[in-house]
């Protein structure tokens, strides 16, 4: 064994290789301390953030927040990509990303979360229903909720039926 997740307090990210992970402190409501990048088991560096996802096997994605006293909520301020070994690499315009909120008994709310590389500059935030350039920031689609991605095309459910058309 590598590494076990010790609980609903964090939140593991395995790359595509699976040779890094990355382990983000309790995030909730929005706001988490620090994402931590392993190599092959052994901790090589720690981030502030919440970790999104993995871009590739090198590229990995963490979101940054600053709590907010006169709110009292986490507020985003930018996401970061960095490489495999935790160095930044580049600051991309992307929205929030949703992050899966967890209660203390470690119980989501069967929602679905996350990023899903499409290719090497499009990730498909799964909770927000789009895909996103990583490198503009822009919304190059909208997708149906409850949609999944197959090759170039996105299928959907429509009334009784499942759909499929080009995204």
Not at 6 to 27: A, K, N, R, Y
Not at 121 to 126: E, F, N, P, S, V
């Given at each position: 064994?590598?590494?076990?997740?010790?609980?609903?307090?964090?939140?593991?990210?395995?790359?595509?290789?699976?040779?890094?992970?990355?382990?983000?402190?309790e995030p909730i409501e929005g706001g988490?301390?620090?994402?931590?990048?392993?190599?092959?088991?052994?901790?090589?560096?720690?981030?502030?953030?919440?970790?999104?996802?993995?871009?590739?096997?090198?590229?990995?994605?963490?979101?940054?927040?600053?709590?907010?006293?006169?709110?009292?909520?986490?507020?985003?301020?930018?996401?970061?990509?960095?490489?495999?070994?935790?160095?930044?690499?580049?600051?991309?315009?992307?929205?929030?990303?949703?992050?899966?909120?967890?209660?203390?008994?470690?119980?989501?709310?069967?929602?679905?979360?996350?990023?899903?590389?499409?290719?090497?500059?499009?990730?498909?935030?799964?909770?927000?229903?789009?895909?996103?350039?990583?490198?503009?920031?822009?919304?190059?689609?909208?997708?149906?909720?409850?949609?999944?991605?197959?090759?170039?095309?996105?299928?959907?459910?429509?009334?009784?039926?499942?759909?499929?058309?080009?995204?």
């Amino acid at each position: 064994m590598i590494y076990q997740d010790t609980g609903p307090q964090t939140t593991s990210v395995i790359s595509p290789d699976g040779h890094h992970f990355l382990v983000t402190d309790e995030p909730i409501e929005g706001g988490c301390g620090f994402t931590q990048f392993y190599a092959d088991g052994v901790l090589v560096n720690a981030v502030p953030g919440c970790a999104v996802g993995w871009l590739d096997d090198t590229r990995a994605l963490v979101q940054t927040y600053n709590y907010n006293l006169l709110t009292t909520r986490w507020d985003y301020l930018a996401s970061i990509i960095y490489d495999e070994l935790g160095s930044p690499i580049a600051t991309p315009p992307l929205p929030r990303i949703a992050l899966a909120p967890r209660d203390r008994a470690g119980i989501g709310d069967g929602l679905v979360y996350g990023i899903v590389p499409v290719s090497p500059t499009a990730i498909h935030a799964l909770y927000e229903h789009a895909i996103y350039d990583v490198e503009t920031g822009a919304t190059l689609a909208t997708l149906p909720q409850a949609s999944v991605l197959a090759g170039n095309s996105v299928v959907y459910r429509c009334g009784n039926a499942i759909c499929a058309a080009p995204y």
